[in-house]
């Protein structure tokens, strides 16, 4: 076992006896996040380090150590409240902080656990891969709905692989949860088998690289802890650091910025809603529109959304990967009108069908969309688009059969990251089991709607009971569709309402 997994185990062990006094996943892992981030500021502060982050007086780690009992409960929870008062990464962190520990002995014991490990000692990657552990359990809690803020790292991993970044250059996820993406980039760029950075691009990569929007407060404190614990960019070399991921909903406008890279996996849900408070005093949801001069078509539908945003801020000639729900493939009305738009001013260029059973949010069929930004011309930019099916007649759970990097490892193979112009199909006439298939822009464009949700291999268990999958998976597929088409009702009862 590794040092990291050991101490998840440790830390996450202690959430068992908060939930006797109701504290959720999410709100532990928000405490652990003031916590560890305290201690370890009081670690730089000390020999060898000797750095100020700028922690007021009289709320550093020793004042809490230094208490017990009520006076404790009473000073971290005034200290939370003037922490969040800082500027720059201190006060994003602890911006609206709660205490949500009622038991005084339990926030001592919590307290003296961390207090137990020199965090500051640890490596980056260590601490990192630590809270990556801690995320990853909180997004198993089905009932917080956090998974939807945690896309799989073998996932995004394997669409960083195809993008293949380079240094020096801007990388955006307009909804960026946690921070997956960013981890993932960091890792592939100062990986020595890909990149040998020089003095000025390692600069870059603190300052001038990573950039995002994460509208949620908690799961954005909880990506800026993220990134800070592994040591990228400006906020995790120095606490007074610029904070280039913002609070402010990506799609309400053009940022005027441009980038070249663009990873994300925006959120599930077809439907952008805000509150409004009714003439009784009662609150209720209302779609939501975003009129946008650079947006072709006018819809709620948040998907479609987000992919009109990104065809906006990604840079002429930028590469971007999406991960989109089915609809977004064959939606008519504003889904037509997107996919057309995207096919004419980019280079849609391959389309990875994704298995069910992957993601922490259920009911969910996706599929990551790469394509490349191009200058205006008369002619769709767009040629062929390779598909690669992972999805028919391929099983995973969760628990029992987790999706793993090997599992996409051919289609990162078949992807050729780097050398696009040398694939090959593995689907042929003779070979109808292939799973990588090229499709001519003709024959896309002269579909129904423009459809690009093609797929051409047989699913077994239609005709084959041998083939079925195992029970357990059996029983997660039926409850993945359950829960897509529950989900669709509840989106059509809400618009009744």
């Known amino acids: 076992m590794t040092a990291a997994s050991s101490l998840v185990i440790m830390v996450w062990s202690f959430c068992h006896s908060l939930r006797d006094d109701g504290v959720s996943y999410g709100a532990y ?8 981030f305290l201690k370890m500021a009081d670690e730089y502060a000390r020999p060898p380090h000797n750095r100020d982050l700028g922690i007021p007086a009289g709320h550093d780690w020793p004042s809490l150590t230094s208490r017990s009992g009520a006076e404790l409960e009473r000073h971290y929870i005034e200290s939370l409240l003037v922490l969040g008062q800082e500027k720059a990464l201190l006060g994003q962190i602890f911006v609206k902080a709660q205490s949500r520990i009622q038991d005084p002995a339990r926030l001592a014991s ?54 293949r970044p380079e240094p020096g250059k801007t990388i955006c996820d307009p909804a960026c949860g946690t921070g997956g993406f960013f981890l993932a980039a960091y890792d592939f760029l100062t990986d020595p088998d890909n990149y040998t950075l020089t003095r000025a691009q390692k600069q870059a990569l603190k ?58 996996n925006p959120p599930f849900g077809k439907k952008s809603s805000n509150k409004i408070t009714n003439s009784d005093g009662t609150e209720s949801k209302q779609a939501m529109t975003y009129n946008r001069q650079d947006f ?14 990104i065809l906006t801020i990604l840079k002429e000639n930028g590469r971007a990967a999406v991960v989109v729900p089915d609809n977004v493939l064959f939606e008519g009305g504003a889904g037509e009108t997107v996919r057309k738009t995207l096919l004419q001013k980019t280079d849609v260029h391959t389309i990875l069908r994704l298995p069910t059973g992957i993601f922490y949010a259920q009911g969910v069929k996706a599929n990551v969309i790469f394509f490349d930004s191009r200058p205006g011309s008369r002619d769709a930019w767009t040629k062929d688009i390779w598909y690669y099916d992972l999805r028919t007649n391929m099983h995973f759970t969760l628990k029992t059969k987790p999706l793993g990097y090997d599992d996409l490892m051919d289609f990162v193979e078949c992807y050729r990251p780097g050398e696009r112009g040398s694939r090959q199909e593995t689907w042929s006439e003779d070979n109808p089991e292939g799973r990588w298939r090229k499709y001519s822009y003709d024959e896309i464009s002269a579909r129904d709607k423009t459809s690009l949700d093609l797929f ?9 009971l041998d083939s079925l999958p195992e029970p357990d998976v059996l029983a997660a597929e039926i409850t993945e569709s359950l829960e897509s088409a529950l989900s669709s009702f509840r989106e059509i009862a809400a618009e009744l309402e």
């Open 296 to 309: 072709k078509a006018t819809t709620s539908n948040k998907q479609l959304n987000f992919v009109q945003h």
């Open 456 to 464: 051409w291999l047989k699913d077994t268990s239609l005709s084959d």
């Open 207 to 264: 300052s001038r690289t990573f950039f995002g929007n994460e509208l949620v407060p908690e799961t954005r404190r909880l990506c800026l802890m993220n990134m800070y614990l592994h040591n990228i960019g400006d906020i995790g070399g120095e606490i007074g650091g610029e904070v280039t991921v913002s609070s402010m909903d990506s799609l309400v406008a053009d940022p005027g910025e441009r980038y070249d890279y663009v990873l994300t």
């Open 29 to 36: 892992l928000e405490q652990l996040t003031y916590l560890i």
């Open 110 to 163: 919590l307290i003296d656990m961390i207090d137990r490990e020199d965090w500051a000692v640890l490596g980056a990657d260590i601490k990192g891969d630590i809270y990556e552990g801690l995320l990853e359990r909180n997004a198993q809690d089905t009932k917080s709905g956090a998974g939807q803020y945690f896309t799989p790292r073998p996932l995004i991993r394997a669409m960083v692989d195809c993008v």
